[in-house]
């Protein structure tokens, strides 16, 4: 994901030209990357407020096959934004939800759990942004750290964001220029935003979302 001209970090990790709030996000990373915390598109839509699955990761290795969005959700509202749409996904075939060079490895590299949410982000200056996050589970280490190196790089697809797979958004093509990964153990963990609102806004709102989101 991101442009090509885009500077990246020492870790791969795309960089926007903006700054400001995003540096926040690589330095987060980093951290995460290094220590057991953790970060990282068949969808069944659900209105705001539905209920979705329970259960929460396990403190410090979070799988796909465990993960709750009601968590990304919380740290979101702390921050006084709005989440008003919900929608997630599990699956446990990621060539069928993935696209470009990633299904390709997907393909011959099976991953063994999947679980996606979509949000619809709102704050007090009536930005929107659209949210796609993606928990990839691998079965080693080895084969998560060369998923990571792959969908990192600019070009080669990623998982499949919901928003192509629900009637609202269909449309709506994620830049990358809001992109950031993690990985733990074995678990793949990005994120992406995308402004939605009126041309030029939501710039600061789409970095701000990816922070919290990746800092969880």
């Not at 400001?20 to 953790?38: R, W």
């Not at 740290?75 to 990621?94: F, N, P």
């Not at 070009?155 to 093509?173: A, D, H, I, K, Q």
Request: include cysteine; charge should be positive; glycine fraction near 10%.
């Amino acid at each position: 994901m991101g442009k090509p001209d885009q500077p990246r970090d020492k870790s791969g990790r795309w960089i926007p030209r903006s700054g400001g709030a995003f540096a926040a996000v690589v330095a987060v990373s980093v951290a995460l990357a290094a220590g057991p915390g953790v970060i990282g598109s068949s969808g069944a839509g659900s209105s705001a407020g539905s209920t979705v699955r329970a259960q929460g990761a396990p403190k410090g290795h979070a799988k796909a096959r465990d993960r709750s969005s009601a968590r990304t959700v919380l740290r979101l509202e702390q921050r006084g934004l709005r989440v008003e749409r919900r929608v997630t996904s599990d699956a446990a075939d990621c060539a069928a939800h993935s696209y470009g060079l990633v299904r390709e490895f997907f393909q011959e590299q099976p991953c063994s759990a999947l679980y996606r949410p979509l949000f619809e982000v709102h704050d007090t200056r009536r930005d929107v942004v659209l949210v796609a996050v993606a928990w990839v589970d691998m079965p080693d280490v080895d084969q998560a750290r060369a998923f990571k190196r792959l969908v990192d790089r600019h070009g080669t697809g990623n998982v499949t964001e919901l928003s192509r797979e629900t009637r609202r958004y269909r449309n709506v093509r994620f830049s990358g220029e809001y992109y950031a990964s993690v990985r733990n153990d074995s678990t793949v963990i990005n994120v992406q935003a995308q402004p939605v609102s009126r041309a030029g806004a939501g710039l600061d709102l789409a970095e701000q979302v990816v922070e919290a989101v990746i800092s969880g």
